[in-house]
């Protein structure tokens, strides 16, 4: 079982930016819940309400929102790549 967190991952299985979140959530260890979205980003309603947009993955940690591939592996690095 791995650290529990809020971390939740709006994403795609088929969505290759989405795979390296998912790997690198894993590789930490660290508990999250994924939400999949809809293939067609006109559907994606749920994500542009908390991100602004509507492309994936978005990854939500708290009051963190982040919606880019680099800058989350980056948080995740700096936030718990580490012991805390």
Known sequence: MGKSTDII???AEWCPYCA???SKLDDLLL???IVSVPRD???RTM???ISGQRSIPVLVDGDVVLDDEASTLAY???RYGREQ
């Open 20 to 22: 390296r979140i998912r």
């Open 76 to 78: 995740l690095d700096e």
């Open 9 to 11: 991952l709006y994403q």
């Open 31 to 33: 508990d999250y819940r």
């Open 41 to 43: 980003k006109n559907q």
């Open 47 to 49: 994500v542009e309400a």
